[in-house]
Each structure stands twice: as structure tokens, then as C-alpha cells.
């Protein structure tokens, strides 16, 4: 699929179909996002691949807002960022995320950020257990990375949303002449 066709078909996709995500395509969206760019070289981000059932089911209850949708998902990737090595890790991160889901785009898989990073499990108790804390209590999450977001993959049931309007008339575009 072409660059500027990926941007235009791009929306968040938050139901999906039984079909599972083919290993190639698991793959492809890995070194897709491996390849982003990060701050002074440092490589900071990396990935836990999560097929699981069992485990995706836990994940989609991290919070009690916004993440229920991930338990249909066939496919959750965590992207994730190492603190030691980079202290725009979050930026980093956040790259690495973004490439993943175009790569996700690419191969026609439908798929949706949810973030991790500085939210509460429950919403509303902000200063209880943070919804990082609660995906650490069951994943094997290593010493030192921090969660940004999760990733949720699948083959989209949704209606193919209409293409994008976005124009550079924006007023978010300011010209300097
Ligand atoms: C930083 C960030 C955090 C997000 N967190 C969530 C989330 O927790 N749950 C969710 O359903 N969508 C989440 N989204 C998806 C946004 O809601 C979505 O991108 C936005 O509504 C625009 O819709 P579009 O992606 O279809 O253009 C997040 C997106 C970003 C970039």
C-alpha cells in the first residue's frame, strides 16, 4: 500500500474478528517498529508480544476506562521503553509505537493504542495502583523498562471508515511567511 493511502485509510480500529495475526505479519510490524529513529541512537524501546487468551483478557482489564475493547484482540503488543538508556525514552516510545501501527495499517490490520504510562487502574482512585503497576503484577515486564502503551491487533470488524479530510488550511498549521 502506498505511504499517503496508509495516512488517509489510518483510524483507530477497537473490534476485530476470531482471525488470528500471521507470524509473517507479526514479523514485518517488529522490524518495522525496530527501525524508528530514537534519541541519540540509544535503541531504547522494545516489545512484549502477547498472544496469550488468558493473558490478553487480563490486559484489557489494566483499567476500568478505556481498554475493555482489547480483550477481542487476537494480538496485544507492549511497547516499551528502558529509562537507563535514554531519558526521552517515552518519546522514543512513542516513535516505536506509531511505527508499529502504520506497519499495522500497511498489512490491513486494524488497531488501536492504549495507554499505560501515568494512568490509574481505577479511574477513580488516581493515586492507587497505576495501571503499570497492575499489567507488572502478571507480566515478566524486566528490571528498569517502563510501559507506554499497549497495541491491540486483529483483522478489523468495523465498517471501513471513510478516507480522511484533513487539509493544510488547518488552523493547528501556522505559516510563517
Ligand atoms: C497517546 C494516545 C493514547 C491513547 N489512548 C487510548 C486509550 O487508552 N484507549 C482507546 O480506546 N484509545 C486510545 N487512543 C486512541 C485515540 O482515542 C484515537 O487515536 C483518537 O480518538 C483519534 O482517532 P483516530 O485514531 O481514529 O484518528 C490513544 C491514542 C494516543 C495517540
Known amino acids: 500500500m502506498e505511504f499517503f493511502e496508509i495516512i488517509e485509510r489510518r483510524h483507530s480500529v477497537r473490534s476485530f474478528t476470531d482471525e488470528t495475526v500471521s507470524q509473517e505479519d507479526i514479523t514485518r510490524m517488529l522490524k518495522t517498529a525496530l527501525a524508528a529513529p530514537s534519541s541519540r541512537n540509544s535503541r531504547s524501546s522494545s516489545f512484549m508480544v502477547i498472544e496469550d487468551k488468558t493473558l490478553i483478557t487480563s490486559i484489557a482489564g489494566m483499567r476500568d476506562y478505556g481498554s475493555a475493547f482489547v480483550e477481542h484482540a487476537p494480538l496485544v503488543v507492549l511497547v516499551m521503553g528502558d529509562e537507563q538508556r535514554s531519558d526521552l525514552w517515552m518519546v522514543n516510545a512513542s516513535i516505536s509505537a506509531t511505527f508499529l501501527q502504520l506497519a499495522a495499517e500497511a498489512l490491513s490490520l486494524g488497531n488501536c493504542w492504549?495507554?499505560?504510562?501515568?494512568?490509574?487502574?481505577?479511574?477513580?482512585?488516581?493515586?492507587?495502583?497505576?495501571?503499570?503497576?497492575?499489567?507488572?503484577?502478571?507480566?515478566?515486564?524486566?528490571?528498569?523498562?517502563?510501559?507506554?502503551?499497549?497495541?491491540?491487533?486483529?483483522?478489523?470488524?468495523?465498517?471501513?471508515?471513510?478516507?480522511?479530510?484533513?487539509?493544510?488550511?488547518?488552523?493547528?498549521?501556522?505559516?510563517?511567511?
Not at 503499570?132 to 507506554?148: A, K, M, N, Q, T
Request: with cysteine; proline share 8%; hydrophobic share 35%.
Open 114 to 177: 492504549v495507554h499505560v504510562e501515568g494512568r490509574p487502574h481505577k479511574k477513580d482512585e488516581p493515586d492507587g495502583l497505576s495501571a503499570e503497576e497492575y499489567l507488572r503484577s502478571f507480566l515478566p515486564i524486566p528490571e528498569g523498562r517502563r510501559i507506554l502503551c499497549a497495541i491491540a491487533i486483529g483483522h478489523s470488524a468495523e465498517h471501513e471508515a471513510k478516507p480522511r479530510t484533513e487539509t493544510a488550511c488547518d488552523d493547528r498549521v501556522i505559516v510563517v511567511k
